[in-house]
């Protein structure tokens, strides 16, 4: 574990993002995307929760993540995504971890617009 804040947080951050993107994925496989395919995010919004919940964390475990800490996203990533290869599977993680970032510091900035810290 990479320090003190592990990436309990950006795992679920990671996981969310995954979930959107599987379910444009899977919306898109007709060829449109429409109101129909909105069953589609069910699996996604259930995700939403845990991913903001500690979001304020989640740069605090980027910034010190270390290679077990990377390790467990990769193999996040290839459990949601098991018909990856390897190599797509870390640069797939290192797009997430940038997505897990711009998350907390979204809602971040709601909270501080709301008054909430």
Known sequence: MGGVY???NTIEAVDLGLSIGVAVKNARADGTIDAADVVHLIPAVA?????VADAALIPKEVGELD?????QIVASVQSRLPELGDARAV???GKS???AVAVAEL???IRKSDGVA
Not at 47 to 51: E, I, M, R, S, Y
Not at 67 to 71: L, R
């Open 6 to 8: 592990g990436v309990k």
């Open 47 to 51: 995700k939403v929760g845990p991913a």
């Open 67 to 71: 290679a077990e800490d990377a390790t």
């Open 91 to 93: 640069a797939i993680a």
């Open 97 to 99: 971890l940038a997505v």
């Open 107 to 109: 809602v971040s900035e």
